[in-house]
């Protein structure tokens, strides 16, 4: 298991990410701390990440009271569900993105919302990928991107909006105006396709 | 990888994705405790996924951590100590204006 979603960076982003490595390093070390009940460890995680998981929130909900709402619920959720999170195997700070997207995509549909397409549409309409992709698949962090980019564009971006709207599989299909079956035909491909190129370690088993 | 593994596989993705109905979350979740091979399969998932986040921007916010743990931990622990410590505080404000006032008696009688 590829517990480094952090490695393969460049000399240039050397510095920032020692940074980067530093902080989740701490992360760790308090995730450690609330897995044992430290209320102290709690109250340092929530100040230091605090921002990205608001950011994840507002990502997926775009409307501040929701997501000012649903920040509470992810640290409760981090607290009551933080047997789940195994420091041998993950970093935290990938566990507490997990919760945080969870509990926004619970927010939207409890609300019955569909997500906000406009934000990707641009996206969609091209085969050049858009911000949101570009940032994923320029991004040092990993084999995923380079997978990822192996995809045939369109399934590229059903995953991609799938990961980053928190998209049901029905939001996606109606956006593709394609059957259910078939979107899910789409993604899942996709996912057999990415697993068995990060574990060939990008060397071109992704693509078609 | 076996087909069954294959199926499992891709159902933990689509939980990490959050692409599954809460039932099946739940269901994963409880998985998730007791099976060690599934931890394996959805930490695979969760680290190598986690580069998909740098789609999201930090951003402040006006969250306050004393509502959190409110919500979380109740005040009731720690209500009792609070009015104790502003009643004994009270009580010695109350104890030095009375001795103070005495002493200004007995100065002017």
């Given amino acids: 298991v590829d517990r480094d979603c952090g490695e393969n960076m460049d000399n240039s982003t050397q510095k920032s990410s020692n940074i980067d490595e530093a902080r989740r390093q701490e992360i760790d070390l308090l995730m450690i701390g609330v897995k044992k009940g430290s209320r102290r460890a709690f109250l340092n995680l929530f100040h230091l990440t605090s921002s990205k998981t608001y950011g994840i929130l507002f990502g997926i909900l775009r409307n501040r009271s929701e997501a000012d709402e649903a920040h509470q619920d992810v640290y409760l959720r981090i607290w009551t569900k933080s047997h789940l999170f195994d420091p041998d195997r993950a970093h935290a700070d990938c566990w507490i993105s997990h919760v945080a997207r969870h509990a926004a995509i619970d927010r939207l549909r409890s609300l019955g919302r569909r997500p906000c397409w406009e934000e990707y549409s641009a996206e969609l309409e091209s085969d050049a990928p858009g911000p949101e992709q570009t940032a994923i698949l320029h991004s040092d962090l990993g084999v995923m991107a380079r997978c990822l980019a192996q995809l045939d564009p369109t399934y590229r971006e059903a995953v991609t909006l799938a990961y980053v709207t928190g998209a049901s599989y029905e939001d996606l299909a109606a956006k593709f105006q394609v059957p259910m079956n078939t979107l899910k035909s789409w993604l899942r491909r996709s996912l057999r396709r990415l697993r068995v190129c990060v574990q060939g370690v990008g060397e071109g088993h992704a693509g078609d | ?109």
Avoid: C, H
């Avoid at chain 2, 930090?58 to 009731?76: C, K, M, W």
């Fill in chain 2, 1 to 109: 990888m076996q087909a069954t593994d294959v199926s499992t596989d891709v159902q933990v993705a689509e939980y990490v994705f959050g692409l599954l109905s809460p039932e099946q979350n739940a269901s994963i979740e409880r998985r998730l405790r007791n099976e060690p091979e599934l931890r394996e399969i959805y930490n695979f998932w969760l680290g190598n996924l986690d580069v998909m986040n740098a789609a999201y921007l930090p951003l402040a916010n006006s969250t306050q951590y004393s509502d959190i743990s409110r919500r979380i931990f109740g005040v009731e622990a720690r209500r009792p100590v609070n009015v104790w410590l502003k009643a004994g505080l009270a009580l010695a404000v109350l104890v030095v204006l009375v001795v103070k006032f005495r002493i200004l008696l007995a100065l002017l009688g």
